[in-house]
């Protein structure tokens, strides 16, 4: 029976491709990816010659019920990302519900994902812990920073290297200068970096040495000390 699989890709070093992977996706009839010429350079690289289309945020509302039938229909289809784990604040929720009310079986290959390594990396405590993703731009930023300043749990952001500098003043602002920060970047690539500190000291060194690359952010939860 044809079913949907959504196989992560490496973050950064092509090594963490795993075998299951290679062969899930040399054996699918149809590839969706979010950037076919991103993914194009993966595929040729493990020699996998698998027809592929686009699948990306802007485009997933209107395709997904047409993927479901053709799923339906007897094809197997595999979802792929730019980097990690599909879903993962990329593509693939809208899909595998949708798949899911169809009676479509989903299966999600274990892989890479970028949360992971920043947070047991970290140095922070990862027995619980919540993963916010992208902070939002604009609406509703100010609200959700001011909801998290009381969450006692370790807490994962993802961000770019452009707006890493105000998202860091504006952890100094609501969490407090001395919360405990670690950012990773550039997880398992050649110029991977991992910063630990109060969040002014990992400000004061992103202000003097300016970030490239994917960035994670793994910030201390408040302390029961420091309840008021």
Known sequence: MAKLYLVPTPIGNLKDM??????????????????????????????????????????????????????LSGTTVALISDAGT????????????????????????????????ALVNSGLPNDKFVFEGFLPVKKGRQTRLKILSEESRTIIFYESPHKLIKTLGQFVEYFGSDRPISVSREISKLHEETVRGTAIEVLEHFEAKPPKGELVIVVGGKTLASKK
């Open 18 to 71: 795993t075998f299951r992977a290679v062969e899930v996706l040399q054996e699918a009839d149809l590839i969706l990816a979010e950037d076919t010429r991103t993914s194009g350079k993966l595929l040729k690289h493990f020699e996998i010659t698998t027809q592929m289309h686009s699948h990306h945020m802007h485009n997933e509302h209107k395709t997904t019920q047409a993927i479901v039938q053709r799923i």
């Open 86 to 117: 599909p879903a993962i604040s990329d593509p693939g929720f809208l899909l595998t519900r949708a798949c899911v009310e169809a009676g479509i079986e989903v299966d999600c290959l274990p892989g890479a994902t970028a949360f992971v390594p």
